[in-house]
């Protein structure tokens, strides 16, 4: 079952705050963060990650707002980068297993063209070949591999020091 949070209110052309907007995308077997090989992963869980960055975003400057959603189901991240990724100033995604071979996840970030930085909480260059691979890659800014939980703060510091507010929102 798919988690989020509610929908980000819609900017106007008379908010005052034009707030930067960000969907931050986590992948399969992420609701499991602080169960699941912790030794890999940590011991912090996927809400206590979503909170800290969503707490960020409003003390960064400009402020963002950032919408959380995750899924075990490659249909619903597609349909999430299609529906959220559009509507949002950038994109950051931790597609997990996806990384390896969803063409469909790709495509779809290609699609909206979105500034878009890929994040993983283990090294995966120092893991098992097969997660060396990366299909998302040719798609994405940047990657933020290795560094745990903080490596979401460091790309939503870095979407947030590079992008400008959509005027169409």
């Known amino acids: 079952m798919a988690t989020t949070n509610p929908e980000p209110a819609r900017r106007g052309a008379d908010d005052p705050d034009r707030r930067l907007r960000v969907v931050v995308l986590h992948g399969p077997n992420l609701n499991l963060l602080g169960q ?6 940590g011991a912090e869980t996927l809400d206590q990650i ?28 597609v349909d999430a980068i299609q529906q959220f990724g559009g509507a949002s100033d950038g994109i950051i ?10 063409i469909a996840v790709r495509d779809a970030l290609a699609a909206v063209a979105k500034p878009t930085v890929e994040v993983h909480l283990s090294n995966v260059h120092a893991r098992e070949e097969f997660r ?3 299909v998302t890659a ?12 903080v490596g979401y703060e460091l790309a939503l510091r870095f979407l947030a020091g590079h992008l400008t507010p959509r005027d169409d929102a």
């Not at 699941?36 to 992963?41: L, M």
């Not at 040719?138 to 939980?149: E, F, R």
């Open 36 to 41: 699941r090989e912790p030794g890999i992963y």
């Open 50 to 77: 979503n909170q800290r960055i969503t707490a960020l975003g409003r003390q960064l400057d400009p402020p963002v707002t950032v919408h959380t959603f995750q899924s075990n189901h490659e249909g619903e991240i």
């Open 138 to 149: 040719s798609v994405v800014t940047g990657q933020v591999v290795g560094l745990g939980s």
């Open 132 to 134: 060396h691979v990366s």
């Open 93 to 102: 995604i931790n597609p997990a297993a996806f990384t390896h071979y969803s």
